[in-house]
């Protein structure tokens, strides 16, 4: 069973901020917090990762909450081509095997013009 | 190369007939995984390799699927008699190490099997 809970899809309007949230309350001390996107016909690709602290890069900001039960992926400004399904995955420290990388169903993000 | 690369893209097989796809690895990875993903549906683990050893082979679905990675870089996904259900997109991930780092993914093999 996955170890994280997203919403099935979300819809946003295109340069505005969308904010996809996970909850993981079964988290462990040395889980780390992974997102994935998948965009039509492709494999997924890396967005962020972080552990304890939020964490910023080009693509977005991931923001942890203080007990680590739940985070949120921020698209800063939504463009067409951020329409995809994002995965939320606890990645454990050793990373590998089955729990290294375990995909739920995601989030179905839909960007309107 | 400068990511992961799966061949082939795209393979029909004929019910039965036994198949193999490949994955190259970003080269020094030591992590690397096999995922299976139904049309509409998130990818599904299927095997784990940290280097030449495969570590966890939980998420075969049946003993006719055989994945090997002999000297630790490219790996193959075999499937034996295939059937229809087998029909699905594989694929290939590699990390450079623990939970702590990214996972690239190939652009997967799309099987047909008719």
């Known amino acids: 069973d996955a170890k994280t809970t997203q919403p099935n899809s979300m819809e946003s309007n295109e340069e505005e901020p969308v904010h996809l949230p996970c909850n993981h309350s079964?988290?462990?001390?040395?889980?780390?917090i992974h997102w994935y996107r998948q965009l039509p016909s492709q494999g997924p690709e890396y967005v962020i990762h972080g552990l304890t602290s939020n964490v910023n890069n080009r693509m977005a900001s991931l923001a942890i909450a203080e007990d680590r039960k739940s985070s949120t992926l921020i698209l800063h400004r939504a463009t067409l081509r951020d329409a995809a399904v994002y995965y939320c995955?606890?990645?454990?420290?050793?990373?590998?095997?089955?729990?290294?990388?375990?995909f739920g169903k995601g989030t179905h993000l839909i960007i309107q013009p | 190369g400068a990511g992961v690369s799966q061949s082939p893209r795209y393979k029909v097989a004929k019910r039965g007939q036994d198949v193999a796809l490949r994955c190259d690895p970003i080269s020094g990875h030591v992590s690397l995984f096999w995922y299976q993903q139904a049309l509409g549906q998130g990818p599904e683990f299927l095997t784990y390799?940290?280097?030449?050893?495969?570590?966890?082979k939980s998420g075969l679905p049946s003993d006719r699927f055989f994945a090997e990675r002999p000297e630790g870089s490219v790996s193959t996904l075999k499937i034996q008699r295939t059937q229809q259900e087998d029909s699905a997109v594989y694929l290939c991930?590699?990390?450079?190490?623990?939970?702590?780092?990214?996972?690239?993914f190939g652009q997967g093999t799309r099987l047909t099997v008719v």
């Open positions: 991930a590699s990390s450079h190490g623990g939970g702590g780092t990214e996972a690239f």
């Open positions: 390799f940290q280097n030449e050893a495969q570590l966890d």
């Open positions: 995955i606890l990645r454990g420290y050793s990373g590998g095997g089955a729990d290294g990388l375990t």
């Open positions: 079964t988290i462990s001390g040395t889980d780390y």
